[in-house]
T-cell receptor
Framework: AQSVTQLDSQVPVFEEAPVELRCNYS??????LFWYVQYPNQGLQLLLK??????LVKGINGFEAEFNKSQTSFHLRKPSVHISDTAEYFC??????????FGTGTSLTVIP | DAGVTQSPTHLIKTRGQHVTLRCSPI?????VSWYQQVLGQGPQFIFQ???????GRGNFPDRFSARQFPNYSSELNVNALLLGDSALYLC????????????FGPGTRLLVL
């Protein structure tokens, strides 16, 4: 069975400061890893994904994430956040690309 | 290319009624998945269809059913609606053999009164 834990439900951060959103997963098999962003009253938009290869993955809007197999983590980072980054962020895992398992989300609030 | 489209965008129903939600995947994608997102939670997997066959089912009651048509569009049906069915219903399409990435539509927000 797979599960995803997003350790922080809410993360406030000042504009232009760095941010890290944490994600840990549990799985008995190899998985694909994803980060999605959801703006208010909208669907989910893919930020980045890890399928294989380099463990440092770069995505859209200046976000990046690092896959750590030994710690079963896939933390999302951005060196300098903007007001427009305020949104809900979801980490997801998929063992085969079929069923996706989502975390409960982290609400990022960027403070001017 | 158009992304994943869903209709309607919003829907209000009363308890006991039936609802049908519709989804059209990205052109060339043959698989569609349905998710339920209750307010304040992450999406929960309901169904996945590939080439008109059910490939996966989440932990939802039999009141929930779905199908996929020859053009790969899909319908999600929910019978005997309960207040707890109020949620954002998301459809996603995936291109197997490619990026194995799900692309989501904007969702249908269902309110059951």
């Amino acid at each position: 069975a797979q599960s995803v834990t997003q350790l922080d439900s809410q993360v406030p951060v000042f504009e232009e400061a760095p941010v890290e959103l944490r994600c840990n997963y549990s799985s008995s098999v190899s998985v694909y890893l994803f980060w999605y962003v959801q703006y208010p009253n909208q669907g989910l938009q893919l930020l980045l994904k890890y399928l294989s290869g380099s463990t440092l993955v770069k995505g859209i809007n200046g976000f990046e994430a690092e896959f750590n197999k030994s710690q079963t983590s896939f933390h999302l980072r951005k060196p300098s956040v903007h007001i427009s980054d305020t949104a809900e962020y979801f980490c997801a895992v998929s063992p085969t690309g079929n069923q996706f398992y989502f975390g409960t989300g982290t609400s990022l609030t960027v403070i001017p | 290319d158009a992304g994943v489209t869903q209709s309607p965008t919003h829907l209000i129903k009363t308890r006991g009624q039936h609802v049908t939600l519709r989804c059209s995947p990205i052109s060339g994608h043959k698989s569609v998945s349905w998710y339920q997102q209750v307010l304040g939670q992450g999406p929960q997997f309901i169904f996945q269809y590939y080439e008109k066959e059910e490939r996966g089912r989440g932990n939802f009651p039999d009141r929930f059913s779905a199908r996929q048509f020859p053009n790969y569009s899909s319908e999600l049906n929910v019978n005997a609606l309960l207040l707890g069915d109020s949620a954002l219903y998301l459809c996603a399409s995936i291109h197997f053999g490619g990026t194995e990435t799900q692309y989501f539509g904007p969702g249908t927000r269902l309110l059951v009164l």
